[in-house]
């Protein structure tokens, strides 16, 4: 097993050389440059010569793609060229990272907190009414887009309504019950965190509820399942040791995934509600062409996704001896 | 059971499910109690929320009292300030606070006229190159150290250096003799800047230049404390030593930016609101603005019809105003088939631009028919509104040299996702129904856009649309630098020798009514060559609540803050 890991590990510089190889080019190849963006509706071609000079864009990729590379390795990652002029980019992301990760936490927890039971009873139940109802539930969870539901949730949760009842000279007001971030982010046992974690959740129920409903009805077919209720298991029995152990490890193997995404933030949610996270930097930076943020996102990502993936094979060989790696 | 460690991990993953089940409805708890619990308690964790009250409190004291001024961030949108060094700050974004904490030699009041701001007077040499400054005694940087006219010195030459690589030394400062030769680093030192004593400071400019004084409004020439910039190192602005009415208290990227009253403020009025925080998170500004979590915000277009309806107790804290913007269609006059002027009035009478506005922007902005906006100097209000005739339009279609073999027309637009902004879709159709030509529209990030736009000798767009909203509040702005052939900002690869004349005469022209007549004459001879059709003028919409007094909204980026006061 330890060899497996390091062996593995091995193969990361070399993922790394590539991603970032590819990512570099792009930012210089591909349309746009830090440079136009920074000067707007008014540049002058000199201007742009200047500034590319000044930072060094005028010479040729290797020469670049190395100053980042010796620069990294030392640490470094640059400064921000566009978005936030002249600060550390290690630092603009450290800062934002938690915040990041403490959302997507709470929403893969509430995603298989919620998902997994509603898959589980929907697999149980398969064709009843329970049944249908949450599928119904699922399938309004991957319908409804993340831009609708920021502004539907938010007029219910988030704002102030005021009733007034003129006959009775009543005037009520409610809520909000659920503040915004709004300029003050409050760590992951704030109020403020709920809505946006549930809106990231969504897919993530709908996912998680899906693939345990699909992994409980296939293995409730499965021969071991009609053997050991022949030998007249308690079915309690025969679902929580046999079938779900079974129909969990699909579930492992998406969690795990999204273990990777962790450091990934969601613009769409982060923008919305005000979170001071790295989604909205990444999205930021990429508009801007601000390449060393960019850079350095895609490389977090990267690892993270590496990582994320070891974890999940090594967890397989724990859940299933059949596809344990040979040391 | 087979495998015991197996076992252990099934295990293991239930109590995973189950604390997160657990926790998910401790959470789901948690609104209820506020719910219930609504009243004091709630009001405590987030100022300004009030909880269910039977009667409505008169006037309700909010916890932040008549201290603290809540703002959305930037000019209205959010988000963080790319920067706040004077000398890289080219945006609005970046303005807001860098006019705020920072001060320069001259600035706009809130009418945009040009006033003593550092300086207190000045002394214009007869060729009218060579301007003598006489700085005020009283003058403190934000630590309370006396500024000299070494100070500005040492401004300029720093935003002159090209290790600052500032972008915009070259607009602003580079009429100044020496400041080009600095930037491309063959000079030390600006040679047109001279101290003559600790509070006399000697510009000379390359030559007669009447903007020139608009030009040092703008935070490129502000003053910055040479200590604070040196020892600060590359992220000196994290606590920026400036001379301007507030002081940067607070910045948490991404949260909330703070500025506090400056003590050692020389100008008057003294700042009187002493504490304003801008909020950074962007997209729900409305909400909070309603829910009593911001003092004013600015209304998008999809409040737009709720705010302007008069009934609404909304429409009472409304604030519409000039923004000294427009908005143009431009044709590339050198792609066919928008080389035949033909072609280009044609298209122009095609649109029905007050129905765009109308329909589309439901009469947000003002339906355009000048170059010029309203309320810049200069503007002349043609009296007609614009011209819509698709029988001519068709007439002149027919007269054009592609009158039978019209070459495919794409219109290039700043968007993405399925469907292209509602006007373009709603001026193609029409350009559809009028004409008879079908234009493509292709969408394209406005980082590609403008990389394409910087160089009008190698821009594919055919016809595209964008704005320009004035630097300085002088008609060269608008004309020089968008119509003057080989301007990097002629987007519409326009030459016309009349009208560069007409511009040079204008730039010389001492008499500023001389001088707008001459923009004006200019500015009809560009409208009657059709490189571009005037869409919309933009105007601001601000909704502010009425205990904030004095609240300004300048169509240009100024200081304005020290003249509010809140009275709750």
């Known amino acids: ?327 | 059971m087979a495998n015991n460690g197996g076992n252990r991990w099934l295990i293991g993953i239930a109590v995973i499910l189950v604390i997160a089940l657990v926790g998910a409805i401790c959470v789901g708890a948690g609104a209820l109690i506020v719910l219930t619990q609504q009243g004091p308690t709630a009001q405590q964790t987030s100022p300004g929320v009030q909880g269910t009250s039977p009667t409505r409190a008169p006037a309700a004291p909010s916890t932040s009292g008549g201290n603290v001024l809540r703002l959305p961030g930037g000019s209205g949108g959010g988000g963080d300030p790319p920067t706040l060094d004077p000398a890289l700050a080219g945006d609005a974004e970046s303005a807001v606070y860098v006019a705020e904490i920072f001060s320069g030699l001259v600035a706009l009041d809130p009418n945009l006229k040009v006033v003593p701001d550092i300086a207190k007077s000045w002394d214009v040499s007869p060729d009218r190159t060579v301007y003598t400054f006489h700085l005020r005694e009283d003058v403190k940087f934000q630590d309370g150290r006396p500024l000299t006219a070494q100070d500005f010195k040492y401004s300029i030459e720093r935003a002159a250096n090209p290790a600052t690589a500032s972008p915009t030394a070259d607009t602003y400062l580079g009429d100044i003799v020496g400041v080009k030769d600095k930037l491309n680093r063959k000079a030390a030192e600006v040679s047109g800047v001279k101290v003559i004593d600790n509070y006399t400071l000697q510009i000379t400019i390359d030559q007669p230049k009447a903007y020139f004084l608009a030009k040092l409004t703008f935070p490129a020439s502000y003053v910055v404390d040479k200590n604070n910039v040196e020892r600060g190192g590359q992220t000196w602005t994290d606590h920026p030593n400036g001379t301007g009415p507030y002081m940067l208290k607070e910045y948490v990227r991404g949260q909330r930016i703070v500025l506090v009253k400056n003590p050692n403020y020389y100008g008057d009025p003294k700042p009187q609101v002493p504490e304003i925080d801008f909020i950074l998170g962007g997209g729900s500004f409305m909400t909070m603005y309603e829910n009593g979590d911001l003092d004013s915000t600015a209304v998008s277009i999809n409040d737009i019809d709720r705010v302007s309806d008069p009934n609404s107790p909304l429409n009472k804290e409304l604030y519409i105003g000039p923004e000294l913007s427009t908005q143009f269609v431009v044709f590339n006059v050198h792609k066919p088939p928008f080389d035949d002027p033909k072609v280009r009035q044609a298209f122009a009478l095609a649109i029905d631009r007050q129905k765009v506005v109308d329909v589309v922007f439901h009469k947000m902005p003002l339906v355009a028919n000048t170059i010029l906006p309203p309320g810049m100097p200069g503007y002349v209000d043609p009296g007609t509104p614009p011209a819509y005739d698709p029988a001519q339009a068709k007439q002149l279609i027919a007269q054009s040299k592609y009158a039978n073999n019209m070459p495919d027309i794409t219109w290039t637009t700043v968007g993405a996702g399925g469907a292209a902004a509602q006007d373009i879709q709603a001026m193609t159709a029409m350009i559809k129904d009028n004409l008879g030509i079908n234009v493509s529209i292709q969408q394209t990030d406005w980082a590609t856009f403008i990389g394409q736009l910087n160089d009008p000798t190698t821009n594919p767009y055919q016809i595209f649309d964008i704005g320009w909203i004035a630097d300085y509040a002088d008609p060269q702005n608008f004309l020089d630098i968008l119509f003057r052939s080989n301007s990097a900002q002629n987007w519409a690869g326009y030459s016309n020798p009349q009208v560069d004349a007409l511009l040079d005469q204008a730039g010389l022209e001492k008499d500023t009514a001389t001088r707008f007549k001459l923009y004006h004459q200019a500015e009809q001879m560009i409208l009657a060559d059709y490189p571009v059709v005037p869409l919309t003028y933009s105007r601001q919409y601000w909704l502010t609540k009425p205990y904030v007094k004095g609240m300004i909204y300048p169509p240009l980026i100024i200081e304005r803050l020290r003249y509010v006061s809140l009275s709750k």
């Open chain 1, 1 to 327: 097993m330890a060899a497996f890991v390091i062996r593995r590990l091995l193969w990361l510089p070399v993922l790394l050389f590539f991603v970032s190889v590819i990512t570099f080019a792009l930012g210089l190849y591909g349309p746009g440059d830090p440079v136009q963006v920074m000067l707007g509706l008014h540049a002058n071609p000199e201007t742009i010569a200047r500034l590319r000079h000044e930072y060094g864009f005028d010479q040729p990729f290797y020469v670049q793609y190395l100053n980042y590379v010796s620069n990294a390795l030392h640490g470094n990652f640059g400064y921000s060229l566009v978005k936030y002029r002249d600060q550390p980019v290690g630092k603009l992301i450290a800062d934002r990272l938690p915040v990041t990760i403490q959302l997507n936490l709470l929403a893969i927890l509430l995603g298989v907190g919620i998902g997994v039971p509603l898959g589980l009873i929907a697999g149980l139940k398969r064709d009843t009414l329970i049944d249908l109802a949450i599928r119904a539930i699922v399938i309004a969870g991957i319908s409804f887009p993340i831009i609708f539901l920021n502004p539907v949730l938010t007029f219910i949760f988030s704002r102030r309504h005021e009733i007034a009842i003129t006959t009775a000279h009543l005037n009520i007001a409610i809520g909000p019950l659920l503040p915004m971030v709004g300029g003050q982010w409050d760590g992951m046992f704030s109020l403020k965190i709920i809505l946006p974690a549930f809106i990231e959740a969504t897919g993530v129920i709908a996912i998680m509820t899906r693939q345990m409903r699909a992994g409980m009805i296939e293995e409730l077919s499965m021969d071991y399942v009609r053997t050991a209720r022949a030998k007249g298991l308690r079915e309690r029995a025969v679902v929580v040791r046999h079938a779900m152990r079974n129909a969990l490890i699909p579930i492992v193997t998406i969690l795990g995934l999204m273990l990777g995404g962790l450091v990934a933030g969601s613009f769409l949610v982060e923008s919305w509600f005000g979170v001071p996270g790295v989604g909205a930097l990444a999205y930021d930076a990429l508009f801007s062409r601000d390449y060393y943020i960019i850079m350095a996102m895609v490389l977090l990502i990267a690892v993270a996704y590496v990582i994320a993936n070891l974890v999940v094979d090594v967890a397989y060989g724990f859940l299933d001896p059949r596809i344990r790696q040979s040391g």
